[in-house]
């Protein structure tokens, strides 16, 4: 759970915001929140999250200060709540289902500066233990165990694919699908259906890339949702050369975002990194596939200058600045190139992304040799 440190958050909060020059309306949709609920943070009928603290601090560029007036807290009964919770998975209550909560929010945008490979030796520890509560929840709180532990499950299965271990992603996806159906979660059974779209992706299996992506974009799935399933399909059409359906799946899916824009409180917190830009990247790459290379150079590059600055420099960025690099290299554009492939491989290198690196390299390598 978060508290706040001195009692100051929502003063502190609305002082900045006024500094901005942003109503309350106006800031909600930055932060996937609701106008309501803003306002309920400033008047202090409500606590915030750790996770929305960092977004109001994106969107209002307070370098961190409303992050900084919050800090974890454990159950009041026990002052090392989750290691008691590690030791006796029966008694797990709601302080501790909040703490573990706010530590996945906060390793979620870890994850975004530091990379997959660091957090993987603590996640091991973590999954173990989420494990543990769900195998031995008996009580009237297992359905919120559940619902919690497929989020860790799901973001583990990330972390490995996203260190090129997919066997274990394949399996904690798995795991993540399970227990969301067991919660009767569907933005979390749609997410792990996609999630296993992307690792078909990720190996170039279009068929049961297309099929995973759909099956995830039937489910009855929040828009955001949805539209993450549905521009993945799109791309695996366009590995297919199937332009038409491109086309046809992205324009749905930038209908579906227009929709989540409106709702930005029914989105699941595992999804804070999308937004317009998102997917204008999603189409760019889609017409790098179909080889439209003037489309893919203009949505690729209107996407990515979009991003927040902690998302532009996040692994999860890196190959779409591959795709744009390489589609400038195939329309004469060197220079630019080359200085995208140098970006890449410094973002690998903060995030220790070793396929990164070496992507970027190769494609240096590639270059030099073709002069």
Do not use: C, K
């Not at 279009?206 to 099956?215: D, F, N, T």
């Amino acid at each position: 759970m978060a508290v706040i440190a001195d009692g100051r958050f929502g003063g502190e909060l609305r002082r900045l915001r006024v500094l901005a020059g942003l109503s309350l309306r106006q800031l909600a949709p930055l932060v996937l929140s609701s106008r309501g609920h803003l306002h309920d943070l400033e008047t202090g009928r409500r606590r915030p999250t750790v996770d929305l603290a960092a977004r109001l601090d994106d969107a209002l560029d307070t370098g961190g200060i409303l992050s900084g007036m919050l800090h974890p807290t454990p159950a009041p009964s026990d002052p090392e709540s989750l290691a008691y919770v590690a030791q006796h998975p029966r008694r797990v209550d709601p302080a501790a289902l909040h703490t573990l909560t706010d530590l996945l929010a906060a390793y979620r945008r870890l994850e975004d500066t530091l990379g997959s490979a660091p957090l993987l030796p603590t996640m091991r520890t973590q999954l173990d233990m989420v494990t543990t509560l769900v195998s031995e929840a008996t009580s009237a709180l297992r359905p919120n165990v559940v619902d919690l532990a497929a989020q860790w499950a799901q973001f583990g299965g990330w972390l490995y694919a996203a260190s090129d271990r997919r066997r274990l992603a394949n399996r904690w996806y798995g795991t993540a699908l399970e227990w969301g159906t067991e919660a009767g979660n569907p933005d979390m059974i749609a997410t792990a259906l996609s999630m296993r779209g992307h690792l078909a992706w990720s190996e170039r299996r279009s068929h049961p890339m297309i099929g995973l992506s759909a099956a995830a974009a039937r489910q009855p799935a929040s828009p955001g949702i949805r539209a993450i399933a549905i521009q993945q399909q799109a791309r695996g059409h366009a590995l297919l050369g199937e332009a038409d359906f491109v086309t046809a799946l992205l324009d749905q899916a930038a209908e579906l975002v227009a929709a989540a824009r409106q709702a930005p409180d029914r989105e699941p917190p595992w999804i804070y990194f999308h937004s317009t830009a998102y997917l204008t990247m999603q189409r760019g790459l889609a017409y790098r596939l179909l080889g439209w290379n003037a489309q893919a150079i203009e949505y690729l590059r209107l996407g990515l200058s979009g991003m927040s600055p902690e998302a532009a420099g996040a692994a999860w960025t890196g190959p779409y600045l591959l795709r744009l690099a390489a589609a400038l290299v195939d329309t004469g554009e060197a220079s630019e190139a080359l200085s995208i492939y140098q970006r890449v491989h410094g973002i690998g290198q903060a995030t220790r992304t070793l396929s990164l690196i070496d992507q970027a390299e190769e494609a240096v390598r590639a270059m030099s040799a073709g002069r």
